[in-house]
């Protein structure tokens, strides 16, 4: 098996595991919290996300990227990365503790359903700064090409998450606290597990000089307003849901946004093996990189796009089977967030060739207008239309916001992603997504049911013929070894 594929398979199998166990705890946690405290539970760790993603000041992506200027020099890129981990951790730490005193400070206001400040406030910075340290060894262990590693303890970690849930939530019963004592408490035993297996796998962590430091977050720091318009596609979303609505609303909205994120598991997978090998080959000097990219860039639209029409088309009719009483409102919103999910595949091409260009402040810009006007439109359309308004505003958004950036990457360079390949996506995906959230009635008919698989076979078929056919001799011809591609671990 060409080793590419064989991560490919290897983030794919944590992926489906971890985001398919995570989802259906989503699910199983309905049976015990009211929407309402579901709807609290979302809220608590969208402000976590938030304190992440500022803690992080955009080092992540500065990692990834300053890392392959070591490319040459191993060694000298593994003392980069040990002195990386010890630097962000402790200016994580800082921030954190900053931030922990500034939700203080406006606790009542960030929180509804009045929540006590104790022992919540306290659980979501705990988690905060962990789930911060913890996707910094995760990037690194990307960067080094280690998928067994990265396999192992993420399913440690998912492993203590089903165990800690099942006592503090469903024995012992303790609710939306027993919830978060689960997700924290993971949480923390993830980051030991990873501090634990890097132990031999980086030198000893020197202090990194000023020159290194500078270089680190001038291209991280341009990248903190596209790392806050990520997290205001949807996580924050739910505050917008509270403002306008009510807390059990946020509740539906987390359960449907969570079995989108099941979905992800196979999207995720492949660009976390797809990013660093993408910076590989932009720098490598083979006559015949465009060809790979082109070969990668069309099997992924033709693996995702049949993948995310089947779910838009036949998931309701899955979660339907099983869903709580009172939580009927979610089935409707998935179809419009399945779609933003979507979009965000295909500003993925944009903001790679951005990123490796060094264009930092041209990715921000983009993803801070997109996200701004995707949280100004939810505001308004959940106020008229409910939750559903908001996952459509956030899926019709995304997509002006994607054509938006076409235009500035058209500014450096051409997009690797044609624009016919694009809006051909875009088409057959919308249309099951307008049909399904139209649809009230969600009761199960063969008539339907048969339509909806012809469509699916019709759409696949025309994938299989625009972008899949003419490379399927090059994919299963063997080529892409790891002894003989660019596609390899660098080793």
């Not at 946690?29 to 809220?43: H, M």
């Not at 730490?93 to 939700?103: F, K, M, N, P, R």
């Not at 959940?382 to 916001?401: C, D, F």
Request: some cysteine; overall charge positive.
């Amino acid at each position: 098996m060409p080793y590419w594929l064989a991560s490919i398979l290897t983030y794919g199998f944590v992926n489906v595991v971890t985001r398919g166990a995570s989802g259906v705890l989503t699910l199983l946690y309905a049976y015990r919290l009211t929407p309402g405290e579901l709807g609290s539970y979302a809220i608590l760790i969208t402000i976590a996300a938030l304190i992440d993603v500022v803690t992080n000041l955009g080092v992540t992506q500065a990692i990834l990227r300053q890392y392959f200027d070591f490319k040459h020099d191993g060694d000298a890129g593994k003392a980069f990365l040990a002195r990386v981990i010890r630097l962000t951790r402790l200016i994580g730490l800082t921030l954190v503790v900053v931030a922990g005193l500034i939700c203080l400070s406006m606790w009542d206001h960030l929180v509804s359903n009045h929540l006590p400040s104790w022992p919540y406030l306290l659980l979501m910075l705990v988690y905060a700064y962990v789930m911060r340290s913890s996707k910094i060894f995760d990037i690194v262990a990307r960067t080094l090409d280690k998928p067994g590693m990265f396999a192992t303890y993420r399913l440690v970690q998912m492993a203590a998450l089903i165990l800690l849930s099942f006592l503090f939530v469903f024995q012992l019963r303790w609710g939306l606290q027993g919830a978060l004592l689960a997700t924290v408490g993971s949480a923390v035993f993830g980051a030991a597990i990873r501090s634990y297996l890097f132990r031999n796998q980086l030198p000893a962590s020197g202090r990194s000089d000023r020159s290194e430091i500078t270089a680190l977050y001038s291209y991280g720091l341009p990248l903190l307003p596209r790392e806050l318009a990520e997290w205001g596609r949807i996580p924050a979303q739910r505050l917008i849901v509270a403002s306008v609505m009510s807390v059990a609303d946020v509740g539906m909205f987390f359960l449907g946004s969570s079995m989108v994120a099941m979905l992800t598991m196979l999207t995720d997978s492949i660009e976390m093996w797809l990013n660093p090998q993408y910076m590989r080959l932009r720098t490598s000097t083979g006559a015949d990189v465009k060809a790979r990219l082109h070969m990668i860039r069309q099997m992924l639209l033709g693996v995702v796009t049949p993948v995310y029409i089947g779910s838009i088309l036949f998931l309701p009719d899955i979660i339907r089977l099983v869903l709580p009483p009172g939580y009927a409102a979610t089935l409707p919103i998935l179809g419009p967030l399945l779609l933003a999910s979507y979009v965000q595949i295909q500003s993925q091409f944009q903001q790679r060739q951005l990123l490796f260009l060094k264009r930092t402040v041209s990715v921000s810009v983009v993803t801070i207008s997109t996200s701004a006007a995707s949280l100004a439109a939810a505001y308004v359309a959940g106020g008229h239309w409910g939750v559903q308004g908001v996952a459509w505003a956030v899926a019709l958004v995304s997509t002006v916001g994607l054509m938006a950036g076409r235009g500035v990457v058209s500014r450096y360079e051409e997009n690797e992603l044609t624009l016919s390949s694009s809006l051909c996506g875009l088409l057959i995906v919308f249309l099951p997504a307008l049909v399904m959230s139209l649809r009230t009635d969600m009761a199960f008919e063969w008539l339907w049911e048969g339509v909806k698989m012809l469509y699916l076979l019709l759409a696949t078929t025309l994938v299989f013929l625009l972008w899949m056919r003419g490379h399927l001799a090059e994919l299963m011809g063997g080529k892409g070894q790891k002894k003989n591609k660019g596609m390899e671990s660098g080793k």
